[in-house]
Protein backbone atom coordinates (compact mmCIF):
# COMPACT_ATOMS: atom_id res chain seq x y z
CA UNK A 1 0.00 0.00 0.00
CA UNK A 2 2.94 2.46 0.79
CA UNK A 3 3.88 2.02 -2.46
CA UNK A 4 0.78 3.18 -4.26
CA UNK A 5 0.73 6.14 -2.14
CA UNK A 6 4.30 7.38 -3.10
CA UNK A 7 3.53 6.41 -7.06
CA UNK A 8 0.21 8.59 -6.60
CA UNK A 9 1.96 11.29 -4.85
CA UNK A 10 4.80 11.01 -7.36
CA UNK A 11 2.58 11.38 -9.88
CA UNK A 12 0.71 14.58 -8.46
CA UNK A 13 3.94 15.93 -8.38
CA UNK A 14 4.68 15.32 -12.05
CA UNK A 15 1.36 16.82 -12.68
CA UNK A 16 2.14 20.15 -10.40
CA UNK A 17 5.49 20.32 -12.09
CA UNK A 18 4.38 20.41 -15.82
CA UNK A 19 1.60 22.53 -15.08
CA UNK A 20 3.73 25.00 -12.87
CA UNK A 21 6.46 24.88 -15.66
CA UNK A 22 4.29 25.42 -18.46
CA UNK A 23 2.75 28.26 -16.81
CA UNK A 24 6.07 29.78 -15.38
CA UNK A 25 7.92 29.69 -19.34
CA UNK A 26 4.32 31.63 -20.38
CA UNK A 27 4.60 33.99 -17.61
CA UNK A 28 8.50 34.58 -18.50
CA UNK A 29 7.05 35.24 -22.00
CA UNK A 30 4.62 37.69 -21.32
CA UNK A 31 7.26 39.87 -19.14
CA UNK A 32 9.54 39.76 -21.73
CA UNK A 33 7.08 40.92 -24.52
CA UNK A 34 5.94 43.82 -21.84
CA UNK A 35 9.32 44.90 -22.09
CA UNK A 36 9.76 44.93 -25.80
CA UNK A 37 6.41 47.34 -25.41
CA UNK A 38 7.76 49.42 -23.19
CA UNK A 39 11.03 49.82 -25.58
CA UNK A 40 8.74 50.77 -28.37
CA UNK A 41 7.24 53.57 -26.48
CA UNK A 42 10.81 54.95 -25.67
CA UNK A 43 11.23 54.83 -28.63
CA UNK A 44 8.48 56.76 -30.35
CA UNK A 45 9.19 59.28 -26.83
CA UNK A 46 12.82 59.69 -28.29
CA UNK A 47 11.66 60.20 -32.22
CA UNK A 48 8.64 62.45 -31.36
CA UNK A 49 11.25 64.56 -29.05
CA UNK A 50 14.03 64.40 -32.19
CA UNK A 51 11.45 65.77 -34.85
CA UNK A 52 10.35 68.08 -32.23
CA UNK A 53 13.79 69.54 -31.92
CA UNK A 54 14.34 69.56 -35.99
CA UNK A 55 11.14 71.35 -36.12
CA UNK A 56 12.61 74.10 -33.60
CA UNK A 57 15.74 73.84 -35.53
CA UNK A 58 13.77 74.48 -39.14
CA UNK A 59 12.10 77.28 -38.08
CA UNK A 60 15.23 78.99 -36.36
CA UNK A 61 17.19 77.84 -39.71
CA UNK A 62 14.49 79.66 -42.29
CA UNK A 63 14.34 83.02 -40.00
CA UNK A 64 18.18 83.44 -40.11
CA UNK A 65 17.95 82.93 -43.47
CA UNK A 66 15.46 85.23 -44.22
CA UNK A 67 16.69 87.62 -41.77
CA UNK A 68 20.07 87.33 -43.60
CA UNK A 69 18.13 87.71 -47.36
CA UNK A 70 16.73 90.85 -45.75
CA UNK A 71 20.11 92.02 -44.15
CA UNK A 72 21.97 91.96 -47.80
CA UNK A 73 19.24 93.83 -49.25
CA UNK A 74 17.89 91.21 -51.22
CA UNK A 75 13.67 91.28 -51.37
CA UNK A 76 12.38 88.55 -49.06
CA UNK A 77 9.85 86.27 -50.98
CA UNK A 78 11.70 86.30 -54.56
CA UNK A 79 13.64 83.82 -56.05
CA UNK A 80 16.95 83.25 -54.23
CA UNK A 81 15.66 83.81 -51.01
CA UNK A 82 12.41 81.43 -52.00
CA UNK A 83 15.09 79.06 -53.08
CA UNK A 84 16.95 79.41 -49.75
CA UNK A 85 14.10 78.53 -47.62
CA UNK A 86 13.12 75.81 -49.91
CA UNK A 87 16.97 74.40 -49.51
CA UNK A 88 16.19 74.60 -45.40
CA UNK A 89 12.72 72.81 -45.26
CA UNK A 90 14.11 70.11 -47.35
CA UNK A 91 16.85 69.14 -45.27
CA UNK A 92 14.65 69.05 -41.96
CA UNK A 93 12.30 67.58 -44.13
CA UNK A 94 14.39 64.68 -45.48
CA UNK A 95 15.80 64.36 -41.71
CA UNK A 96 12.98 64.07 -39.94
CA UNK A 97 11.18 61.42 -42.48
CA UNK A 98 14.48 59.44 -41.74
CA UNK A 99 14.01 59.46 -37.91
CA UNK A 100 10.45 58.43 -38.94
CA UNK A 101 11.44 55.29 -40.83
CA UNK A 102 14.51 54.35 -38.68
CA UNK A 103 11.56 54.77 -35.96
CA UNK A 104 9.17 52.66 -38.16
CA UNK A 105 11.87 49.71 -38.49
CA UNK A 106 12.27 49.24 -34.92
CA UNK A 107 8.89 49.57 -33.58
CA UNK A 108 7.56 46.74 -36.30
CA UNK A 109 11.09 44.95 -35.33
CA UNK A 110 10.24 45.13 -31.81
CA UNK A 111 6.23 44.56 -32.28
CA UNK A 112 6.91 41.24 -33.92
CA UNK A 113 9.18 40.17 -31.24
CA UNK A 114 6.66 40.92 -28.64
CA UNK A 115 3.88 38.92 -30.52
CA UNK A 116 6.43 36.20 -30.92
CA UNK A 117 7.56 36.02 -27.13
CA UNK A 118 3.78 35.72 -25.90
CA UNK A 119 2.88 32.94 -28.85
CA UNK A 120 5.96 31.13 -27.58
CA UNK A 121 4.91 31.34 -23.61
CA UNK A 122 1.33 30.62 -24.89
CA UNK A 123 2.66 27.27 -26.63
CA UNK A 124 4.67 26.41 -23.46
CA UNK A 125 1.82 26.27 -21.47
CA UNK A 126 -0.15 24.39 -23.66
CA UNK A 127 2.87 21.40 -24.33
CA UNK A 128 2.82 21.43 -20.70
CA UNK A 129 -1.30 20.66 -20.70
CA UNK A 130 -0.73 17.95 -23.41
CA UNK A 131 2.23 16.51 -21.83
CA UNK A 132 0.42 16.43 -18.68
CA UNK A 133 -2.56 14.17 -20.58
CA UNK A 134 0.05 11.90 -22.14
CA UNK A 135 1.83 11.69 -18.79
CA UNK A 136 -1.70 10.69 -17.40
CA UNK A 137 -2.94 8.50 -20.45
CA UNK A 138 0.66 6.63 -19.77
CA UNK A 139 0.20 6.15 -16.18
CA UNK A 140 -3.25 5.21 -16.69
CA UNK A 141 -1.92 2.31 -18.97
CA UNK A 142 0.50 1.45 -16.56
CA UNK A 143 -1.35 1.18 -13.53
CA UNK A 144 -3.41 -1.40 -15.18
CA UNK A 145 -0.56 -4.07 -16.09
CA UNK A 146 2.21 -5.50 -13.25
CA UNK A 147 4.11 -2.56 -12.90
CA UNK A 148 0.85 -0.05 -11.89
CA UNK A 149 -1.05 -0.43 -8.92
CA UNK A 150 -1.18 -3.86 -8.53
CA UNK A 151 2.83 -4.51 -8.88
CA UNK A 152 2.80 -1.88 -6.38
CA UNK A 153 0.41 -3.21 -3.72
CA UNK A 154 2.14 -6.57 -4.12
Avoid at 61 to 76: F, Q
Avoid at 122 to 144: C, I, N, P, V
Amino acid sequence: MLGLGLMLGSMGLDIFGNIMGGKEEERQAKWEAEQRLLQIRYIKDVAREKTHGLARESTFAKGSAMATVAKSGVKVGTGSANTLIGMIENTYAERMKEIGMETSYQVSSLTREAEELKRRGKKAKEASYWELGASLLGKSYTMGTSEGWWGAMA
